[in-house]
Nanobody
Framework: VQLQASGGGLVQPGGSLRLSCAASIRTFKYWSVGWYRQAPGKQRELVAGISTEGDTKYGDSVKDRFTISRDNAEKSVYLQMNSLKPEDTAVYYC???????????????WGQGTQVTVSS
């Protein structure tokens, strides 16, 4: 599944960003999608996931600040990030798989990702 993340940038603490993940396959609506991030020297972690039915899950550090959503007609998944903190700084990736696959981040390949930097 080919997915492309975009929308990253430099933002001040407390600010907001909206990331987009675009797919290029007709069967997109049959896949669960996860947003992941990887900071320097740290493992890649699941930030948020959304199932084919719209069920969602979030990492503990982003609950109540980030919101994941999907638009199957646009073959896209979005991550609205509010109240950003310096510790949210990382490269953000998206990937698709089964709902139960998302937490392991065990995918054969990853797209380029988009850099999010939270700094004053």
């Amino acid at each position: 599944v080919q997915l492309q993340a975009s929308g990253g940038g430099l933002v001040q603490p407390g600010g907001s960003l909206r990331l987009s993940c675009a797919a290029s396959i007709r069967t997109f609506k049959y896949w669960s999608v996860g947003w992941y991030r990887q900071a320097p020297g740290k493992q890649r972690e699941l930030v948020a996931g959304i199932s084919t039915e719209g069920d969602t899950k979030y990492g503990d550090s982003v609950k109540d600040r980030f919101t994941i959503s999907r638009d199957n007609a646009e073959k896209s998944v979005y991550l609205q990030m509010n109240s950003l903190k310096p510790e949210d700084t990382a490269v953000y990736y998206c990937n698709a798989g089964s709902w139960f696959q998302l937490p392991s981040a065990d995918f054969g390949s990853w797209g380029q990702g988009t850099q999010v930097t939270v700094s004053s």
